[in-house]
């Protein structure tokens, strides 16, 4: 069990967790943080976080595969008023980048970790963190946003094979105290450069560090393989892919990456 005692005295940011909600286990920090925002019981950068989360999921509605005690399993309450409807995903720009920039001073191989888009990250093709953020719209602004994050950092098995920790990827194991006070201040750093309207450069950040970008890879659609090249992603959210000189653009689950095609 982790120390949280003084925790959001002590964190090294401006506002984010230093308002911080810890559950000892609870179904789904996101959960938790939206019936926060609908009691309006929050502040901006409120942090709900858990060791034992039970029902865990991700975007769509799927599962996270996760172990008590193991991992960072948390959320975050934003006021993100700044952005319009078309500004939706760069939030999810600036929320991956924060992610990447925790991992990329820990792993080996930093070319190896990317961002997979719509909201993973990973290692050497494997899954090594998930995102779910949802948005309460309030006209034609984002209202409130609830940033889930799942990162694997000391689990050593998993019912999938294509995940993995960076216990596994370092053969180390963390203090989850320090990397969640690192997460968060990396967070906030992206977030205040959103805030600060410095889209462009954020989307260029993104995309060097995007699976495939600029990049001939193998994906599918209802079953069918195809050979795409990713040129980016539209302010809906969607990925934009060459496909043999015609571009498409895909919503999340529309199409498939094979990982297992290099």
């Given at each position: 069990?982790?120390?949280?005692e003084n925790?959001?005295?002590?964190?090294?940011?401006?506002?984010?967790?230093?308002d911080?909600r810890?559950?000892?286990?609870?179904?789904?920090?996101?959960?938790?943080a939206?019936?926060?925002?609908?009691?309006?019981?929050?502040?901006?950068?409120?942090?709900?976080?858990?060791?034992?989360?039970?029902?865990?999921?991700?975007?769509q509605?799927?599962?996270?595969?996760?172990?008590?005690?193991?991992?960072?399993?948390?959320?975050?309450i934003?006021?993100p008023?700044?952005?319009?409807?078309?500004?939706?995903?760069?939030?999810?720009?600036?929320?991956?980048?924060?992610?990447?920039?925790?991992?990329?001073?820990?792993?080996?191989?930093?070319?190896?970790?990317k961002?997979?888009?719509?909201?993973d990250?990973?290692?050497?093709?494997?899954?090594?963190?998930?995102?779910?953020?949802?948005?309460?719209?309030?006209?034609?602004?984002?209202?409130?946003?609830?940033?889930?994050?799942?990162?694997?950092?000391?689990?050593?098995?998993?019912?999938?094979?294509?995940?993995?920790?960076?216990?596994?990827?370092?053969?180390?194991?963390?203090?989850?105290?320090?990397?969640?006070?690192?997460?968060l201040?990396?967070?906030?750093?992206?977030y205040?450069?959103?805030?600060?309207?410095?889209?462009?450069?954020?989307?260029?950040?993104?995309?060097?560090r995007?699976?495939?970008?600029?990049?001939?890879?193998?994906?599918?659609?209802?079953?069918?393989?195809?050979v795409?090249?990713?040129?980016?992603?539209?302010?809906?959210?969607?990925l934009?892919?060459?496909?043999?000189?015609?571009?498409?653009?895909?919503?999340?689950?529309?199409?498939?990456?094979?990982?297992?095609?290099?």
């Amino acid at each position: 069990m982790q120390n949280y005692e003084n925790f959001s005295k002590k964190i090294n940011t401006l506002f984010v967790g230093k308002d911080l909600r810890y559950l000892p286990s609870c179904q789904s920090t996101n959960f938790y943080a939206l019936d926060l925002v609908q009691n309006d019981d929050y502040f901006d950068g409120t942090v709900v976080l858990t060791d034992c989360q039970t029902a865990g999921r991700g975007q769509q509605g799927n599962t996270w595969d996760t172990e008590p005690f193991q991992n960072i399993t948390t959320s975050v309450i934003f006021k993100p008023q700044f952005l319009n409807l078309k500004e939706q995903f760069e939030l999810n720009i600036a929320i991956t980048l924060g992610i990447y920039d925790l991992l990329e001073v820990f792993v080996p191989n930093p070319d190896l970790l990317k961002i997979k888009w719509s909201n993973d990250l990973l290692y050497d093709r494997k899954k090594l963190c998930g995102i779910l953020i949802q948005n309460i719209i309030s006209g034609n602004t984002l209202s409130k946003s609830v940033v889930g994050v799942g990162l694997n950092i000391n689990q050593k098995s998993f019912q999938y094979p294509q995940a993995t920790s960076l216990s596994l990827i370092t053969g180390i194991d963390y203090e989850l105290t320090i990397l969640i006070e690192k997460l968060l201040i990396n967070l906030e750093k992206r977030y205040l450069q959103l805030k600060q309207k410095k889209i462009e450069f954020l989307r260029q950040e993104y995309y060097k560090r995007l699976y495939g970008f600029d990049e001939e890879k193998w994906f599918s659609k209802e079953g069918k393989s195809f050979v795409g090249k990713i040129v980016g992603v539209d302010h809906l959210g969607r990925l934009q892919i060459d496909v043999l000189g015609d571009l498409k653009a895909y919503q999340f689950k529309e199409i498939q990456f094979l990982l297992d095609k290099v």
